[in-house]
Nanobody
Framework: QVQLVESGGGSVQAGGSLRLSCAAS????????MGWFRQAPGKEREGVAT????????SYADSVKGRFTISRDNAKNTVYLQMNSLKPEDTAFYSC?????????????????????WGQGTQVTVSS
């Protein structure tokens, strides 16, 4: 079992920055894939960024490449999403997710179905 608690959401003007944190509990956290997903009203959930616990390999959605950075601190059982140059279209409900290494997660790390555990989420609002 992995439990996830997000923090760091809020409101910011376009061009600003926010850092989301996801605190995880569970013995196998350090070996898991960790991901950030978002869902805006009326839109499907989108994989934003992921990081694998053993290799620290990262994946990003094209829409956030060069602006967002995912990182993890296994000693603190925490994964971060640094979001810079925020745009109004980044407005969404952001959730942290965790999942073990599987064929699915290794091939499709940005797919929500690759993850077993989800946090409660946090709102990010970017105004123009």
């Amino acid at each position: 079992q992995v439990q996830l608690v997000e923090s760091g959401g809020g409101s910011v003007q376009a061009g600003g920055s926010l850092r989301l944190s996801c605190a995880a509990s569970g013995d196998t956290y350090s070996t898991y894939y960790m991901g950030w997903f978002r869902q805006a009203p009326g839109k499907e959930r989108e994989g934003v960024a992921t990081i694998y616990g053993r290799s620290y390999t990262t994946s990003y959605a094209d829409s956030v490449k060069g602006r967002f950075t995912i990182s993890r601190d296994n000693a603190k059982n925490t994964v971060y999403l640094q979001m810079n140059s925020l745009k109004p279209e980044d407005t969404a409900f952001y959730s942290c997710a965790a999942g073990p290494l599987t064929y699915s997660s290794s091939r499709y790390p940005l797919a929500a179905y690759s993850y077993n555990y989800w946090g409660q989420g946090t709102q990010v609002t970017v105004s123009s």
